[in-house]
């Protein structure tokens, strides 16, 4: 061992009190940080070195415990946490910002053409598959492609539905078809992406990590709580812009550039996101809890068993 800092920091765990909505905001407003999709490969690779060194207990000469933990989310944002291996860009924690930005600010901004409705729900769900893929278990590739059409029919079934309503309404309410489009398309898309676990269930541990089952019961909740996150960050992405953009609009300068519409959306759009995807993620804990009666029969009578003393369980609930 060599260098002055403690090896007893506890890394594999986040940073900050995940039993608190600040400690957990904190925590995924590092993980969700945009700037770190713009990481060359080598800060990347230093990052990478020092995380497994100091897992192995070697000690960088004059590493300090703020550089230490500073790598260590530069390490979580682009490595995935079972392989250890390099994800591709869109999707990285990082990158949901800056993706999701240009995909919700197009659609705003084309909300009026059906057409670009198809194709950005579309596109929509062809960058929030891959990080479904990076940060939950293995699916088939036609699981894969099953949610990823049955998600963008739903998304644009629900657009289309809304839209031909909305002609009924004040303008205004057209700008908001595409939030009921994304949130149809997550209530639709999270369930069959991870339908296995609805059939086998999840694993379930003590407060020791110790693990006591599967459970169907857990991974149902641990859904609910993910498809509330992901319809929560897109409430202020789009929510706010349109009433913003709905009074820009009626400016003389806005009338005069209407090129602007779709870069003054964009960056409306980016600058809630920043803000909604950690805020939402921290949401629920990422180690959620149920009580034991709340589990299958068969389930609880095993744990009574093996574990007389636990009555609550712990599991991952996924991103």
Not at 62 to 85: C, I, M, N, Q
Not at 104 to 110: D, E, I, P, Q
Not at 206 to 212: K, S
Not at 273 to 282: D, G, H, I, Q
Request: some cysteine.
């Amino acid at each position: 061992m060599s260098g002055e800092l403690s090896l007893s920091i506890n890394i594999k765990e986040p940073r900050w009190d995940q039993g608190t909505f600040m400690g957990r905001a904190k925590h995924f407003f590092m993980v969700t940080d945009p700037r770190n999709v713009l990481l060359s490969s080598e800060t990347l690779e230093e990052a990478r070195v020092i995380v497994e060194n100091y897992r192995s207990g070697i000690v960088k000469s004059g590493l300090t415990e703020d550089e230490l933990w500073r790598a260590k989310y530069v390490y979580d944002s682009a490595f995935h946490p079972d392989t250890g291996e390099k994800m591709f860009v869109i999707g990285r924690m990082s990158a949901q910002v800056p993706m999701n930005m240009s995909i919700t600010g197009c659609m705003l901004t084309f909300y009026r053409y059906i057409t670009y409705l198809w194709f950005l729900n579309a596109e929509s769900k062809s960058e929030l598959l891959p990080f479904d893929m990076c940060l939950m278990c293995p699916s088939p590739c036609s699981q894969l492609g099953a949610a990823y059409v049955s998600a963008t029919t739903g998304a644009v079934v629900t657009a289309l539905g809304l839209k031909s309503l909305a002609t009924r309404l004040p303008p205004i309410v057209s700008r908001f078809v595409p939030f009921a489009a994304v949130a149809a398309a997550n209530c639709i898309n999270i369930p069959f992406m991870r339908q296995r676990e609805l059939k086998y269930g999840i694993p379930v541990t003590d407060e020791n990590g110790n693990r006591l089952g599967e459970s169907a019961y857990a991974a149902k909740q641990a859904i609910v709580q993910v498809v509330v996150s992901r319809i929560g960050m897109a409430v202020p992405a789009m929510a706010i812009p349109p009433v913003i953009m709905n009074a820009l609009e009626k400016k003389a300068f806005m009338k005069r550039f209407p090129v602007l519409n779709a870069p003054v959306q964009v960056a409306l759009v980016g600058l809630c996101l920043v803000f909604a995807t950690p805020l939402c993620c921290a949401l629920f804990p990422q180690k959620s809890s149920m009580s034991v009666s709340g589990l299958e029969p068969d389930l609880q009578e095993r744990i009574k068993q093996t574990s007389p003393h636990t009555t609550t369980v712990y599991f991952n609930k996924g991103l």
